[in-house]
């Protein structure tokens, strides 16, 4: 006769089908053993809603609740601060706050750990008020904001550029004799640069290492992106030497922070020799990085290099998004080579791509440059019909469609008593409709004159 398993041992099981991302079957496993008499504790069950939770299924960890009561085990705060904290991350934070009031109804005590997911969700969803009440409902039930609660506060606030209400709860936390630690003052710093006020971010930064803290990455990042964004950029390469004295390695952020400064300022060669270093370094650059090169080169005219950043881009595993291959495309319509990107234009229409209003306005200048008119027209035709709305940008593309005709000429010039093609009436009069184009309305006022034979549809 085998031995039967304990419970120590299905509970082991379950956790690695849950850190596995098997939830399902975890759940059909404990479901299967319970039928079979089998008994779970309490920590078999922290578990099993611990990893419903993290899989974004938190109403099923809630479903498992009762079933836990029946096996005559009481649920604890552990287990119910993982279902807040997972009704917070999903932005259910009014169910998660009518949970907080059920438990303390059964009297259960919220702790830190219960206030610190509420205060965060409240923050997540702009809810500065409720943050605030709750902060001081964790004084009044003796329960004291630790490090974290501050700065979940202080990080929430500079987000949203409240940098005001960021210094309150700042000089709160110092009141209550909590020490700020490098996250903090990183948020705080953060905060200062969305403001573009680089300088009290790099005094945030002194204070920190005075009151005896080491400055991580994200520290000198985010000095790094403030002074590149105010096109300070000696200083940023400042902080960046002082990073690698300090033998920090620095991340992709900190890499495309000083990449689109330097492309911006139009030092591409500089911006090259990061990509470089990137890969000697083992971070490879993200679509982000390698867009903002792409951009920079074809705007100055560096057209081979370009297409070979792409190729390099994609030869190492980068997937191109939409963003990209508009760049692309404009890069290569501008630099002469409207074949190469007709043909990426077609091949992304065939797989799918959601390509939005300046990529069809990139390919429809290229066509109208090198004189595919009617081309042209019929992918202004082939926008709408697949769903991409004309904007502002599209104001001028009846213009340019007709000029570059002998009848759109005839048209623009006043010649009276031609037939306007129908292909150009349909397009002209949607534009009307939309109320997109001046010139649109203009030219139907002329139509209104009879100067013209307009064909009805």
């Known amino acids: 006769m085998g031995h039967q398993p304990n419970t120590i041992t299905l509970t082991t099981l379950m956790k690695g089908l849950c850190h596995n991302k098997m939830v399902g079957e975890a759940l059909s496993f404990h479901d299967e053993l319970v039928a079979k008499g089998f008994l779970f504790n309490e920590v078999s069950y922290g578990t099993l809603i611990n990893g419903l939770c993290k899989a974004g299924k938190t109403r099923i960890a809630i479903d498992v609740l009762p079933r836990i ?40 005590s919220p702790n830190i750990v ?56 700042f000089a709160t936390m110092m009141k209550c004799d909590k020490k700020p630690d490098v996250v903090t003052f990183n948020a705080l710093m953060d905060g200062y640069c969305l403001r573009n006020n680089v ?8 204070k920190m290492v005075k009151n005896g803290l080491a400055p991580d990455v994200i520290s000198y990042s985010v000095l790094i992106n403030g002074y590149c964004k105010n096109k300070m950029i000696d200083k940023a390469m400042d902080i960046f030497k002082e990073m690698h004295r300090r033998n920090l390695v620095p991340d992709i952020i900190t890499y495309t922070s000083l990449i689109d400064a ?21 971070h490879l650059p993200n679509i982000i990085t390698y867009s903002t090169l792409l951009d920079a080169l074809f705007k100055r005219q560096h057209f081979d290099e370009a297409t070979t950043l792409f190729k390099k881009m994609v030869d190492h595993g980068i997937q191109p998004d939409v963003y990209t291959y508009t760049i692309l495309i404009d890069g290569l319509c501008k630099g002469g080579r409207l074949n190469y990107a007709r043909q990426i234009f077609q091949q992304l229409l065939m797989e799918g791509y959601r390509l939005h209003v300046h990529s069809y306005t990139s390919m429809i200048n290229g066509l109208c440059k090198e004189g595919f008119v009617d081309e042209a027209m019929a992918l202004l035709s082939k926008m709408e019909e697949n769903g991409c709305l004309p904007n502002l940008e599209t104001n001028g593309l009846e213009y340019m469609i007709l000029k570059k005709t002998s009848l759109g000429h005839r048209l623009l010039m006043g010649d009276q008593g031609f037939i306007i093609p129908l292909q150009i009436q349909i397009i002209l009069r949607h534009r009307l409709l939309t109320g997109i184009s001046e010139f649109t309305a203009a030219l139907f006022t002329v139509f209104a004159t009879e100067k013209f034979i307009v064909l009805h549809t």
């Open 262 to 282: 330097l492309c911006k300022s139009g030092k591409l060669s500089q911006a090259q020799n990061f990509i470089y270093e990137m890969h000697d370094r083992g």
């Open 114 to 169: 219960t206030y610190n997911s509420l205060i965060h969700g409240f923050c997540s969803m702009g809810g500065w008020k409720e943050a605030y009440e709750l902060l001081n409902e964790m004084f009044g039930k003796d329960i004291n904001p630790n490090v974290y609660t501050f700065t979940i506060l202080v990080d929430a606030f500079c987000k949203e550029g409240r940098i005001i209400e960021a210094q309150g709860v």
């Open 69 to 108: 009561e029946r096996q005559g085990i009481k649920p604890d705060i552990v287990m119910y601060n993982t279902i807040i904290d997972g009704l917070c991350k999903d932005g259910l934070i009014t169910e998660a706050r009518d949970l907080c009031s059920e438990i303390i109804e059964l009297g259960i």
């Open 199 to 206: 300088n009290v971010s790099r005094e945030v930064f002194n």
